[in-house]
T-cell receptor
Framework: ETGVTQTPRHLVMGMTNKKSLKCEQH?????MYWYKQSAKKPLELMFV???????ENNSVPSRFSPECPNSSHLFLHLHTLQPEDSALYLC??????????????FGSGTRLTVV | GQNIDQPTEMTATEGAIVQINCTYQ??????LFWYQQHAGEAPTFLSY??LDGLEEKGRFSSFLSRSKGYSYLLLKELQMKDSASYLC??????????WGAGTKLIIKP
């Protein structure tokens, strides 16, 4: 248990479905991140939130919609996904932006399969 | 562009030593991380280097040469549980993490 919890662990959805991924951290961190991890590829940063405010959107398609109601919770809303969106989606948190030496704490991820 | 290179896969024997290399070309440098990720699990922090040299932490050591854009992770007395992917990541001038694709390490008895 890392202190960052992601649910669900596995998700299979059709291309017309709407689903949400949830991330929760109780580490007192102020920055939270969504990453996409595909096989044999580097982690792709999707969204960054700092003190609940979105600071980065790395040209992510609008079918992915993040939400950060408070510093402890982060959601990723999914709709009309494509099969190529199948991947492991990782949530991470860190004490603050601009302080890299503290590192990131990751959740175990949601394995998403789009059929 | 920014680039992190590390071998895709390595195989080693239980009890042996293995060195996983990482070379980088980034816009600026504010440190380098190594993370371990077991299949289906969260990446977990192993080390952070910001100055040149070797840092030892138990069976694991991490080395950095900023002038060469090079780091390695050294694993000694390998155990079966060390079978995992090892991710190298560099913090660039904008404090963004630039990730390598990871090295899958297979340990054989």
């Amino acid at each position: 248990e890392t202190g960052v919890t992601q649910t669900p662990r596995h998700l299979v959805m059709g291309m017309t479905n709407k689903k949400s991924l949830k991330c929760e951290q109780h580490l007192g961190h102020n920055a939270m991140y969504w990453y996409k991890q595909s096989a044999k590829k580097p982690l792709e940063l999707m969204f960054v939130y700092n003190f609940k405010e979105q600071t980065e959107n790395n040209s992510v398609p609008s079918r992915f919609s993040p939400e950060c109601p408070n510093s402890s919770h982060l959601f990723l809303h999914l709709h009309t996904l494509q099969p190529e969106d199948s991947a492991l989606y990782l949530c991470a948190s860190s004490p603050a932006l601009g302080q890299p030496n503290y590192g990131y704490t990751f959740g175990s991820g949601t394995r998403l399969t789009v059929v | 562009g920014q680039n992190i290179d590390q071998p895709t896969e390595m195989t080693a024997t239980e009890g042996a030593i293995v060195q996983i290399n990482c070379t980088y070309q980034t816009s600026g440098f504010n440190g380098l991380f190594w993370y371990q990720q077991h299949a289906g699990e969260a990446p977990t922090f192993l080390s952070y280097n910001v100055l040149d040299g070797l840092e030892e932490k138990g069976r694991f050591s991490s080395f950095l040469s900023r002038s060469k854009g090079y780091s390695y992770l050294l694993l000694k007395e390998l155990q079966m549980k060390d079978s995992a992917s090892y991710l190298c990541a560099v913090v660039d001038s904008n404090y963004q993490l630039i990730w390598g694709a990871g090295t899958k390490l297979i340990i054989k008895p």
